[in-house]
């Protein structure tokens, strides 16, 4: 029997791109489908408050890269666009520590750490992942803090995707021997996570992307999947339909296999609906072990006018406070402040009204400099992000509510929650060194639900579908050449920015998967109903 495709991967981010990448090599026929659209570097906003080219809000015909989802025990920041979240995240791929290999549902598949390294090499080189090579003033201000802790052997400068070469000079591909796209030098301008306009930033569509379309993936922007049955042929139907236009017309395609890599909430959301509809084996674990990172995103704002919080890459240093936690300094590009109008006083108190009266104290009693915070001062160039992120493992769990969208509950063990006094007292010092007053997401000051860009797990590996959704390669528990390969697939708390984990693992899953056979392959496809340049 035909089939328009050997694989369709449903997402273009870390996941899905590492496996347009490796299976068009393998000879495979790919398609990959994207929910957002395609941006070059015009495309992206030069600050924040260019709303409609930066969230991602289609109901306000918004197509931006980065989309704001809030549960009743997280809000959650996410990409879109084709490349997925390297578009909008902050370059930064660290490695884990021993522990996430060794625990949850995964912990006792593989020896993960050595099974791994490999993979965790070649995907720092496919990223272009070097140690950020300078400092500024947010970043200086937190190696005075190591040092004031007496842990300036902890500070480090992380690896980021990004190229550095000449500050604003374009050279020909520095990273796939001339076959990948001409890159420019960083100019520190801070804007990684609004899209970068100048060609610096190693997003996904100038590496794997780039090197599958060569070899004949076809890539779908602007569509959805809603629906994959199985046929009687041991393959899949996929349901695709447009989201961006407001006829959503729907077309159908086949393929051999299945690639779930549209993200946790792209991935589980679907797998939740589909375990309801037309794939009733999938494992009931379906939504179960969400993990955040058990992070906190606190923002200090200096009265330092000669400060400028606002110059580097997106997250230029790192801090590791103790074993099981570490802190980042992140930032956004001068101009770029509409995050202040969702920000609160730093609140304390274990209930809602605790907080709302701490908060509505300190603005009382600082009114002067807290009016300097929010009108004032530019909130990008005088307001660090610190990103705090903890291996301590919490959990909830999304399901599917009678409306058909997803709401979160309490898996097993302990909620995730913004009140972490490591996190408040690390919030302190840094806003001692820099004179500033520290704020947080609404949410976090009134009512304690912390934030995160980190949202992991739904799709778990386990030795059963009694333990996991998918195996330790991936595969879907009661469904061949179905895979899940996309955050949703962490199985323990990395307590790191994850992106860097989801490549390795994915490049694992792809190693793994035999080369077409020779007699099956045939020439390179066209172009599927689009333009698919970069």
């Not at 902050?90 to 520590?97: M, Y």
């Not at 003033?137 to 007496?150: H, N, Q």
């Not at 084996?281 to 400060?307: C, F, P, Q, Y």
């Not at 302990?414 to 949410?443: C, H, M, Q």
């Amino acid at each position: 029997m035909e089939f328009d495709y050997d694989y369709i991967i449903i997402g273009s981010g870390f996941g899905g791109s590492v496996s347009a990448l490796r299976l068009s090599e393998k000879g495979y026929k790919v398609l990959v489908v994207e929910k957002g659209k395609w941006f070059k570097a015009e495309d992206f906003p030069k600050t924040n408050w260019n709303l409609k080219k930066w969230l991602w809000m289609p109901a306000l015909s918004f197509f931006g890269i980065m989309k704001l989802s809030i549960f009743r025990h997280v809000a959650v920041i996410s990409g879109t666009g084709v490349g997925g979240g390297s578009l909008v995240y902050a370059n930064t791929l660290p490695v884990p520590k021993k522990a996430f290999y060794t625990s949850g549902s995964w912990g006792q598949l593989e020896n993960w750490e050595e099974e791994l390294k490999p993979h965790y090499e070649k995907a720092l080189k496919m990223l272009g992942a070097v140690p950020n090579p300078q400092l500024f003033d947010a970043d200086k201000a937190l190696e005075k803090m190591a040092e004031d802790m007496g842990r300036k052997a902890h500070f480090e400068h992380p690896h980021v995707a990004v190229y550095f070469g000449k500050e604003g000079e374009t050279v020909k591909d520095p990273y796939f021997e001339g076959k990948g796209p001409n890159r420019t030098g960083c100019n520190f301008c801070g804007g990684c996570m609004t899209g970068c306009r100048h060609n610096a930033k190693n997003t996904l569509d100038k590496n794997y992307l780039w090197l599958a379309q060569r070899l004949g993936a076809e890539i779908l922007a602007e569509n959805e999947v809603t629906d994959v049955k199985t046929l009687a042929s041991e393959a899949y139907e996929v349901t695709l339909r447009s989201s961006t236009s407001f006829f959503r017309k729907t077309r159908k395609l086949s393929s051999k296999g299945v690639i779930f890599s549209g993200g946790v909430l792209g991935t589980v959301k679907l797998l939740l609906k589909l375990k309801q509809k037309s794939l009733p084996k999938l494992s009931d674990k379906v939504g179960d072990d969400i993990r955040t990172n058990n992070e906190t995103l606190i923002s200090v704002s200096t009265a330092n006018k000669e400060s400028d919080f606002s110059k580097g890459v997106a997250i230029g240093s790192l801090l590791h406070t103790d074993d099981n936690s570490h802190l980042e300094v992140v930032r956004y590009s001068r101009g770029s402040g509409f995050w202040k109008l969702l920000h609160l006083p730093m609140a304390q108190g274990n209930t809602p009204p605790q907080r709302v009266f701490n908060v509505i104290g300190q603005l009382l009693r600082s009114p002067v400099s807290w009016f300097k915070t929010y009108f004032i001062n530019g909130w990008s160039k005088s307001t660090a992000v610190l990103l705090f992120m903890q291996s301590v493992d919490s959990t909830i769990r999304l399901k599917r509510n009678f409306l058909g969208s997803m709401s979160t509950g309490i898996s097993s063990g302990t909620k995730p929650t913004s009140d972490i006094p490591a996190s408040k007292e690390l919030t302190k010092r840094y806003s001692k060194v820099v004179n500033g007053k520290a704020t947080s997401f609404v949410l976090e000051s009134l009512a304690g639900i912390p934030t995160t860009a980190h949202i992991l797990g739904g799709a778990v590996m386990g030795k059963d579908a009694g333990e996991g959704v998918i195996n330790s390669k991936n595969e879907v528990f009661g469904y061949d050449n179905m895979f899940v390969i996309d955050g949703a697939m962490i199985s323990a708390n990395p307590g790191v920015n994850p992106s860097l984990s989801i490549t390795a693992i994915a490049e694992r899953a792809l190693s793994l998967i035999p080369e077409k056979p020779k007699s099956a392959k045939k020439g390179i496809p066209e172009p599927l109903g689009r333009d698919t340049s970069i």
